[in-house]
């Protein structure tokens, strides 16, 4: 499976946004489903709702309900760790979004990412491996 970032589920559903059809061609070319966190999706609907409103948002729906976007479900025991990995990369600064995903990959695994933020470049995977970034 390969983890999906805020930026990458938004330049799915934004035809304005500069690789909007590089993006559409790689997801139907890649194993689905994709992955995402429940913050990643909402950080995507409040950008989505801002620069396409509802119609934008429900595409983003739509591919949940199409099934090719699955939501990793962040437990309570989890909120320790997201706090540490932000004040770990408080120098970025990292977001909840992002803390999220890291540790989805420490959970399951998954290290191939789609993202158009270059911070995935910096975080580390139980501080020591790297995320595969998927070229696009």
Same mark, same amino acid.
């Given at each position: 499976?390969?983890?999906?970032d805020?930026?990458?589920?938004?330049?799915? %559903?934004?035809?304005? !946004?500069p *690789?909007?059809?590089?993006? #559409?061609?790689?997801?139907?070319?890649?194993?689905?489903?994709? %992955?995402?966190?429940? $913050?990643?999706?909402? #950080?995507?609907?409040?950008?989505?709702l801002?620069?396409?409103?509802?119609q934008? !948002? #429900? !595409?983003?729906? *739509?591919?949940?309900?199409? #099934?090719?976007?699955?939501?990793?479900?962040i437990?309570? $025991?989890?909120?320790?760790?997201?706090?540490?990995?932000?004040? *770990?990369?408080?120098? &970025?600064?990292?977001?909840?979004?992002?803390?999220?995903? %890291?540790?989805? %990959?420490?959970k399951?695994?998954? &290290? *191939?990412?789609?993202?158009?933020? $270059?911070? @995935?470049? @910096?975080?580390r995977?139980?501080? !020591?491996? $790297?995320f595969?970034?998927?070229?696009?």
């Amino acid at each position: 499976m390969i983890l999906c970032d805020a930026g990458v589920l938004l330049c799915l %559903v934004d035809p304005t !946004q500069p *690789q909007h059809n590089a993006y #559409k061609i790689a997801v139907m070319r890649l194993a689905k489903p994709l %992955v995402t966190t429940w $913050s990643c999706l909402t #950080k995507a609907m409040y950008l989505a709702l801002h620069r396409g409103g509802w119609q934008m !948002q #429900k !595409q983003l729906g *739509q591919l949940l309900l199409n #099934k090719l976007l699955t939501v990793y479900d962040i437990q309570e $025991s989890d909120y320790n760790r997201l706090l540490a990995l932000m004040e *770990q990369y408080c120098d &970025r600064p990292m977001d909840l979004a992002d803390a999220t995903l %890291v540790l989805t %990959v420490e959970k399951t695994g998954y &290290r *191939q990412i789609l993202t158009l933020d $270059s911070d @995935f470049l @910096f975080y580390r995977i139980g501080h !020591q491996d $790297s995320f595969e970034i998927i070229s696009v």
